[in-house]
């Protein structure tokens, strides 16, 4: 049986490294995430203009099939919380993490640390700033960022969300 790849957060992050997966042959995903295509996510998610309005996990879903249409895609439209995250990842080996919010990144990384799958999060991914990107290996946890530059006083620059993102769907070709 191959291996199963849960993506929790379609934006940016978990958009692109399932974008990046599917093109480097990985051929079972499971993507979640409970949000809609909006206008301001087009500069640096895998959606297009006419897909605004549309389940991310739906709209997602098609896009990678156009890339490779026996690609086999799971999607879960819903929000994960600590009543769920277990049994939503259940039979997934790796899970990518692309939350926005820290508290949400938090729950994942805690949720799974300890256990036998492998966890790729992401922490720092706004600004311009290229050059201080790098990963750490916490535990079954790696993280890849600059490590400190917040969303919150910082602009989403769309070549360091991909950047990142190239990085992480790297770190998960490489996992065994």
């Known amino acids: 049986m191959e291996r199963k790849i849960g993506i929790a957060g379609l934006g940016g992050i978990g958009s692109r490294v399932a974008e990046l997966l599917v093109r480097s042959g990985e051929q079972r995903l499971t993507l979640i995430d409970f949000d809609r295509v909006e206008p301001s996510n087009l500069n640096r998610q895998f959606y297009f203009a ?28 819903l929000k994960i919380d600590k009543g769920n995250i277990c049994s939503l990842f ?34 720092g991914i706004a600004g311009f700033n290229l050059d201080a990107i ?12 600059d490590f400190s530059t917040d969303e919150a006083e910082n602009p989403l620059f769309p ?3 991909l950047v990142v ?3 992480m769907a790297g770190i998960v070709l490489k996992t065994t």
Do not use: W, Y
């Open 134 to 145: 790098g990963h750490r290996q916490i535990g079954n946890c790696t993280i890849v960022g």
């Open 159 to 161: 070549p360091k969300v």
């Open 90 to 123: 259940s039979d997934c080996t790796i899970i990518v993490e692309g939350f926005d919010r820290k508290e949400s990144k938090k729950m994942l990384v805690e949720t799974f640390a300890r256990t036998e799958k492998q966890v790729v999060s992401a922490s």
């Open 165 to 167: 993102a190239a990085m």
């Open 50 to 77: 006419h897909q605004t309005g549309g389940l991310k996990t739906e709209m997602l879903k098609k896009n990678l099939q156009q890339i490779r249409p026996l690609v086999e895609i799971e999607t879960k439209t």
